[in-house]
């Protein structure tokens, strides 16, 4: 029989994250069942970078499944989970040379460059340890104008090489010494829940890479076409299913890239909430329940600092409560947690049920974006315990601990 949430509570205490592993690999054959055949699937470890959760993703499907990390915290945390350095794709836009020297140092060699001036980082560093990085241009081009997601392309940003610069730049950028380019890296948008305007989205990307190989040389020996695949946040729901999006891709693929069924160019997505967000529940206590004017307010023993840096400022709300089997809401309240800031607030107007002092409270899918993207060292409570399940039964249990270490001067 399956451990239950009140038996794991019991056990470990609250607030308690609890990832069930099995959902992260039925996520991920989905996902991979989605995709036409011949797409390597990255998986971003910003969303969770839990070593289980990371080892979840791979475990038998090794040959595809990569990880997409951008610090190395994250890298130790692929590392540890059984990822190859060398498998391993190193993003973001302020890469240091700690970083980069360390990186390459364990041997990853792939990297997506954000700009002129990033490539020429990777390449020095590179340079300094003898190897050449393969490297795949982060383009910022214009979107295909779609209005689902979140966007990621087409305006000024720190992320990505202008596109139209690109045919004036391109001649200095496949020269750079300690890099070779090998391809194209476009990221359109976040969480799009509408399959159509995907598979748009996808088009624009797919004949874009295809063009500028075709006018400007562009080499495409591996294009990341980015991800966007839709996964509810911290409200009970299910992943956006793409029954179109296999069938879709395909045909735009042979349309724009004919030759690409014979790995030419190398394809590949990549996803962090669509993988990683049905497998995490917070299970919080209620402390108090204070009524009167505005209320109820529902406190919690936990709040942004546990769930959703961003949650304070009404950017991740409204949280919900998963209700139990015949739970019944009976009115609508305020979860609040217990930091002394007036932003710490996880849901307003939350339907809620009866709810007592040291009740459990349950708040679904925030296997991606939860702990690590939460404001966990604030008023230095302790982080919540993160139990990690299989098969109904508990495979770890840890808690991320901060500590204070001396720093010797020239140290980094």
Excluded at 245 to 267: C, S, V
Excluded at 286 to 294: A, L, Y
Aim: glycine fraction near 12%; charge should be negative.
């Amino acid at each position: 029989m399956s451990v239950t949430t009140a038996e794991l509570a019991e056990r470990y205490g609250t607030p308690l994250y609890v990832y069930d592993l099995d959902r992260v690999t039925e996520a991920r054959d989905d996902l991979l069942a989605t995709l036409p055949e011949g797409f390597d699937l990255y998986y971003a470890l910003k969303a969770n970078p839990h070593p289980e959760v990371v080892r979840a993703v791979r475990e038998g499907a090794e040959e595809v499944c990569r990880a997409e990390v951008s610090s190395l915290g994250e890298l130790d945390a692929a590392l540890a989970a059984g990822h190859p350095a060398d498998r391993c794709l190193y993003t973001g836009p302020g890469k240091t040379d700690t970083e980069l020297d360390r990186a390459i140092g364990l041997g990853v060699r792939t990297f997506s460059a954000e700009s002129p001036s990033d490539l020429q980082h990777i390449g020095n560093i590179a340079s300094r340890h003898g190897v050449i990085a393969s490297c795949i241009l982060r383009l910022n081009i214009a979107s295909a104008g779609t209005a689902t997601g979140i966007r990621m392309m087409g305006r000024p940003s720190q992320f990505g090489i202008d596109g139209d610069t690109l045919a004036e730049t391109l001649p200095q950028l496949l020269s750079v010494p300690g890099t070779t380019v090998v391809g194209a890296h476009l990221f359109t948008m976040s969480n799009a829940a509408d399959e159509e305007n995907l598979l748009v989205e996808y088009e624009h990307v797919v004949e874009t890479a295809a063009r500028l190989g075709r006018d400007l040389g562009l080499p495409l020996k591996l294009l990341d076409i980015g991800g966007g695949f839709a996964a509810p946040y911290a409200v009970p729901g299910s992943r956006t299913p793409y029954p179109k999006l296999r069938t879709g891709l395909a045909d735009l693929l042979d349309k724009h890239l004919p030759e690409w069924r014979a790995g030419r160019p190398r394809l590949a997505c990549e996803s962090g909430r669509y993988l990683a967000a049905e497998c995490g529940s917070l299970v919080v206590r209620v402390v108090n329940v204070k009524e009167g004017r505005g209320g109820p307010f529902v406190l919690l023993d936990a709040g942004i600092n546990a769930l959703g840096g961003l949650s304070g400022i009404g950017r991740l709300l409204p949280a919900a409560v998963e209700l139990e089997p015949g739970q019944r809401p009976v009115g609508r309240g305020t979860l609040a947690g217990p930091l002394c800031t007036p932003g710490d607030s996880l849901g307003r107007n939350v339907e809620l049920p009866p709810l007592v002092p040291g009740d459990l409270v349950t708040i679904p899918n925030v296997g991606a974006y939860g702990l690590t993207a939460s404001l966990v060292h604030f008023l230095s409570r302790p982080a919540p315990v993160e139990v990690t399940l299989h098969g109904g039964e508990v495979v770890s249990a840890t808690r991320l601990e901060p500590r204070r270490t001396l720093v010797e001067a020239g140290q980094r």
